[in-house]
């Protein structure tokens, strides 16, 4: 019997997110009240993105800073404003578990393009514009992008990210491809994400030189 590639992918999603929440449910309990302890409420940050077909939805992370800002009113430096806690649940990807509930929501697919941010957040990122295919699926909790980037230890040229977000939205993924994309960014989890820590320093970087 023929299972269109949309009803496959989807049930992939929910049966893949549900089982991953049953299993990170006692560690989500704790970032949660860490978090809470280290930064109060709220405890989850959220951001406008492009989902698919353009529709915009509501990313969740746990929240790695806090909310500080200058006598004038702007919010402190990325390098002031982020706790230790919240470095640790970044080197890991831990800040990024609740976004299963947005792949149960519908909002992201477990492999696909990286959710890109919506304008006035980011309107350096008006990749879409020019690449308007990455809309045909929904964005990815895992993507080709951030695989090749923590291989290579390294933030891949535009030309290159672009590439891959391209493919991941156009590709029909196999439950086979899918498992091998998700082993290869389990390591993340071990602290050893030396692009994110890279990322890290250079923010921390630039905040000291302004």
Same mark, same amino acid.
């Given at each position: 019997?023929?299972?269109?590639a949309? %009803? ?7 049966v ?5 929440? !049953?299993v990170?449910a =006692?560690? %989500?309990?704790f970032?949660?009240?860490?978090t ?9 940050f ?6 698919m ?8 992370k #746990?929240?790695?800073?806090k909310? +500080?800002f200058?006598?004038a009113? *702007?919010?402190?430096?990325?390098s002031?404003r982020v706790?230790? #806690? ?13 976004? #299963?509930?947005? !792949?149960i929501n519908?909002d992201?697919?477990i492999i $696909? ?7 006035? =957040? *980011?309107?350096? /990122?008006?990749?879409?514009t ?5 809309? *045909?699926?929904?964005? $990815? ?12 230890k390294?933030?891949l040229p ?7 977000? !391209?493919?991941d939205?156009?590709k029909?993924?196999?439950? =086979?491809?899918? #498992?091998n ?6 390591p !993340? =989890? ?11 320093? +250079?923010?921390e970087?630039?905040?000291? /030189?302004?």
């Open positions: 019997m023929y299972i269109p949309a %009803m496959k992918n989807r049930v992939f999603d929910l893949f997110a549900s089982a991953a929440l !049953v990170a =006692i560690p %989500m309990a970032l949660y009240a860490a809470k302890v280290n930064m109060g409420s709220p405890v989850i959220r951001q406008k993105r492009i989902g077909d353009g529709e915009l939805f509501d990313i969740y #746990f929240r790695s800073m909310n +500080e200058n006598s009113g *702007n919010p402190l430096p990325d002031e706790t230790s #806690f919240g470095k640790f649940m970044r080197l890991r990807g831990l800040d990024e578990l609740p976004q #299963f509930f947005n !792949v519908g992201m697919s $696909g393009a990286r959710p890109r941010a919506h304008p006035p =957040i *980011n309107t350096d /990122d008006l990749v879409v020019r690449y308007p295919e990455i809309l *045909n699926a929904r964005p $990815g909790l895992v993507s080709s992008r951030k695989v090749e980037e923590i291989s290579r390294e933030t535009f030309s290159e990210s672009d590439a891959l977000d !391209v493919r939205a156009n029909d993924w196999s439950i =086979i491809e899918s #498992f994309l998700i082993v290869k960014i389990l !993340v =989890i071990s602290g050893r994400n030396q692009h994110e820590r890279s990322r890290i320093v +250079e923010v970087e630039l905040d000291c /030189d302004q």
